[in-house]
Structure formats: structure tokens, C-alpha cells
């Protein structure tokens, strides 16, 4: 599947309009989300989608909740 961003597609309309709208160009399955949510991630941080950068477990930590 190929994604596109059309940066200069553009319509302010009412919410009414708006809403129809988004309910018939919603991906249909959760996989097609998925993928659409990971295509938007790369353009918007600038990466390759077949090569995304890798986690940085550095920056993270984990602990145990003692009661």
C-alpha cells in the first residue's frame, strides 16, 4: 500500500460536512490505521518507513511497585 500527503488539499467546511467526510475516508481495518498512523510518523519525523530508527532504551527505566 502506498500512502500520499496532499499538503495543499484543503476545505474548511461545516462539521456536519467535515464529519461525513472522515467517516467515509477512515481506513476501514485496524491494520490500514496501523499503517497509516506509521506513514504519518515518518514524514513528520523525518525517517524512513522500511527503516525506522531504533528505540533508545537508554532513556527509559523500569522498577518494581513494592507494596
Do not use: I, W
Not at 467517516?23 to 499503517?35: K, V
Amino acid at each position: 500500500m502506498s500512502f500520499r500527503l496532499d499538503r495543499t488539499a484543503f476545505h474548511a467546511g461545516t462539521h456536519e460536512e467535515n464529519a461525513r467526510y472522515h467517516a467515509q475516508q477512515q481506513p476501514s481495518t485496524m491494520e490500514e490505521r496501523l499503517r497509516a498512523a506509521a506513514y504519518l510518523n515518518s514524514v513528520a519525523y523525518n525517517y524512513d518507513l522500511n527503516n525506522p530508527p531504533r528505540l533508545d532504551r537508554t532513556a527509559f527505566s523500569t522498577r518494581k511497585h513494592c507494596h
